[in-house]
């Protein structure tokens, strides 16, 4: 029994629960499953389920209020709450969002305005936030030592999201997608409710199996990324009978409920109790005094961003260098994924082939997910480099990423849409570990779903004013207004690409404004609340 309570209070089930719903929370990457019978259903032109779709990249990536809520129920004791009631939140926008929609598309309500379709649109995918906030900042706090980690972990298996529930989708809805809309309505709901009790703030203190175990959780993750590849390669290329996608997303479904708490399980036991009583460390609950010390053996103009609110870090130099660094990166990256399937017809790559690109996409983009947050704590804490080097190594491959991509020699789009995949998954760990560093974790929900805004704003700009002007462009002499060739896409990767060493560039310049802060207050936090 009091093993039990141990493993039922613990950061370690915490965790593992948070998985779960991470797995289910990445509806709005699915869109492409349901969209052709959502523009059939209403009757829509491509330009109308546009906006719908736009509606949904606002949703999927504007989390302020997340973060607000978030900061509001789960970081004062006086107050009742925690992070369920941030879950909570999300999942009823979850269900009323696609349930309406499910409604809408199967004709049980009268054909709604466009508006109040991109309103359920919105609330379905802005549910997303709400679910990844909670999950996120939640890691951050109980593993802060190995903020990169726990936030590549959690970030990597939402990506994942769109591959499992496409899984589901083969399986159970197959030729429905009005019933894989009702799915969506159900699946990240319950999900999110039952376990989002465990998903708590714990005090424990730091431990020596910490980052062991964290490893552990980073090399299911890879497991699980693996076998999704592999189904996705061989969905592709042979039909699957009944019997074989019931099978394989049995075995998917049951890796995913058993392993992640069977890890649990096993940190939680082997945990010293001591380690739970005597390695809580006064420097993270109140890190004012390490922090004292740090500034004192630094410059006098070195600011502490320790714990700064919204409106506060909106006033420094540094949020602003992190805005628009995303903006080139998430920005340039999103507006690649959205146009791969144009670009592919245009280059004469087969429909399969198309599939595939877009399929991997989101490997590559978990790659980026977990390998940015795993690869930065490591370089932070065995060589002592700062995050935002690693941002700015990853726009730079972006921008050659993106330059592959707009050469169009022989199978470009395979090794363009790597780099670019992995280096954009790459910012959404690295963002918000950044953000929690410079600007405290007290506030990370708020302030770095604030940053995330630059990702549709950035997607805005390069696929409507960039690819599409020119694509039309490119293709007004032809008769059905299509584009064949490397000319439809090759200015427009080249300025992508320009963008993202203009991201490179800003990502230095916080590295540099940083550094200092880094090696005088990060890494003097990390050996101070390293267990001994």
């Excluded at 144009?342 to 977990?370: K, P």
């Excluded at 696929?463 to 490119?474: Q, T």
Aim: charged share 10%; glycine share 8%.
């Amino acid at each position: 029994m009091a093993k039990t309570e141990r493993l039922s209070g613990s950061k370690w089930t915490a965790t593992a629960a948070s998985i779960l719903i991470q797995c289910a929370g990445g509806s709005s990457y699915a869109f492409s499953v349901y969209s052709s019978e959502l523009k059939s259903s209403q009757g829509y032109d491509q330009s109308t389920l546009d906006t719908v779709s736009v509606f949904k990249d606002i949703g999927a990536n504007v989390g302020v209020l997340s973060g607000i809520l978030y900061s509001a129920v789960a970081l004062d004791r006086r107050r009742i709450g925690g992070p369920w009631v941030v879950h909570v939140a999300g999942a009823i926008q979850c269900f009323v969002g696609y349930f309406f929609l499910w409604a809408a598309v199967t004709g049980l309500v009268e054909t709604p305005p466009v508006a109040v379709v991109c309103l359920f649109m919105f609330l379905a995918a802005h549910a997303q936030t709400f679910f990844n906030t909670a999950n996120v900042v939640t890691g951050v706090h109980n593993f802060s030592d190995y903020g990169g980690t726990i936030v590549g972990i959690m970030k990597g298996f939402l990506g994942l999201s769109s591959a499992i529930l496409v899984q589901v989708y083969d399986t159970f809805c197959q030729g429905k997608p009005s019933t894989f809309i009702l799915l969506l309505a159900l699946l990240p709901t319950c999900v999110s409710i039952l376990f989002m009790p465990w998903v708590r703030i714990y005090e424990a203190g730091r431990t020596a199996i910490d980052k062991k175990y964290l490893n552990i959780f980073s090399a299911f993750a890879l497991l699980t990324a693996a076998y999704l590849m592999v189904l996705i390669i061989l969905r592709n290329i042979f039909t699957f009978p009944s019997w074989a996608s019931a099978l394989t997303l049995t075995v998917l479904l049951l890796s995913l409920l058993v392993s992640p708490f069977g890890i649990a399980i096993k940190a939680q036991n082997l945990q010293p109790k001591k380690d739970l009583e005597t390695l809580d460390d006064p420097l993270l609950e109140n890190p004012e005094p390490a922090l004292a010390a740090s500034k004192s053996s630094s410059s006098e103009n070195l600011t502490d961003h320790e714990d700064m609110n919204l409106l506060k870090a909106m006033s420094c130099a540094d949020f602003w260098l992190l805005f628009i660094a995303m903006v080139c990166g998430m920005g340039s990256g999103l507006a690649t994924i959205n146009n791969m399937s144009q670009i592919g017809q245009s280059l004469g790559y087969t429909t399969v082939e198309i599939n595939s690109l877009v399929s991997l996409w989101s490997i590559w983009n978990f790659l980026g997910r977990f390998g940015g947050g795993f690869i930065s704590d490591y370089l932070l804490h065995n060589k002592g480099w700062a995050r935002p080097l690693l941002m700015a190594a990853t726009l730079a491959t972006m921008a050659a990423g993106h330059i592959v991509i707009a050469s169009g020699f022989s199978r470009n789009l395979y090794v363009g849409s790597i780099l670019v995949g992995i280096c954009y998954g790459s910012q959404w760990s690295l963002m918000p570990t950044i953000t929690s560093e410079i600007f405290g974790i007290r506030h990370m929900g708020t302030i770095f779903n604030t940053i995330a805004v630059a990702s549709p704003v950035g997607s805005y700009i390069f696929s409507v004013r960039v690819i599409g002007f020119i694509y039309d462009k490119e293709a007004s002499g032809g008769n059905d207004d299509s584009c064949s060739g490397t000319r439809c896409f090759m200015l427009s990767f080249f300025i992508m690409a320009s963008v993202a060493f203009l991201g490179f560039l800003v990502a230095l310049a916080l590295f540099f404004r940083t550094r200092r802060f880094y090696d005088s207050i990060v890494l003097r936090r990390l050996r101070h609340s390293s267990p001994r």
